[in-house]
């Protein structure tokens, strides 16, 4: 029997047989970190562009208006006003000097003269005025005339306040024995201020309150 020479190598396993590969097969390397883009920002609001309003001051080249101007029949009613306080104060003031024993002429040219001139002067203003409100009704709601008419108020207001006044003053004097003035005359006086400055805030009273009912 023949006998086979012992081998001493070691015998591998076959190997398995692959499908061959690509030659260039791209490889996928880890990519460093980096952060997140940040969002974009929203548009910011923008103002609205300003509108030329009646409210808005004048433009740097337009004049200003400094002084309020009146219009015509805004004249018209400030000099019937003041014709007016001149009618009403030389009226008071020939009437207080009769009533003090001062009757004398020398006591009365000043308070004739701004009577005579002033009296004229009102009564012709005052009768083209009303006409004129009758004819437009309107100027019933003149802002002129009735700022002028509120003030002649105030001040007729006044006149009475002061008067009343004095006259409560002159009754407290004579019942205290410090004063000869006559209660009479003080009556009187005081009459006189009542009947032209009760008279003129009576009348623009009722007139204002007419003009807004």
């Known amino acids: 029997m023949d006998e086979k020479p012992f081998n001493n190598q070691y015998q591998q396993p076959p190997t398995p047989t692959m499908p061959p590969q690509p030659l260039h097969q791209p490889v996928a390397y880890p990519q460093p970190w980096q952060p997140a883009a ?18 808005s001051g004048p433009a740097p080249d337009e004049p200003v208006a400094v002084i309020r101007v009146l219009s015509v029949r805004g004249v018209e009613y400030a000099m019937m006003t003041i014709a007016l306080w001149f009618a009403a104060t030389g009226l008071v003031w020939v009437v207080l000097n009769v009533v003090n024993d001062s009757a004398n002429f020398n006591f009365l040219v000043v308070p004739l003269s701004v009577l005579i001139t002033s009296v004229p002067i009102f009564t012709l203003l005052f009768i083209r005025l009303k006409r004129a409100e009758l004819a437009n009704p309107s100027l019933r709601l003149e802002p002129s005339k009735r700022r002028l008419s509120q003030l002649t108020q105030i001040l007729a207001f006044l006149a ?40 003129t805030l009576t009348y623009y009273w009722f007139d204002e309150h007419r003009i807004r009912s």
Do not use: D
Not at 160 to 184: A, D, E, P
């Open 160 to 199: 009475c306040l002061i008067n009343i006044t004095v006259f409560v003053y002159s009754v407290l004097q004579k019942i205290n024995g410090t004063t000869g003035y006559s209660i009479g005359k003080s009556i009187l006086s005081l009459l006189v201020v009542l009947v032209v400055a009760g008279g």
């Open 38 to 55: 940040p969002l974009p920002a929203p548009p910011s609001p923008q103002s609205p562009a300003p509108v030329a309003t009646k409210l």
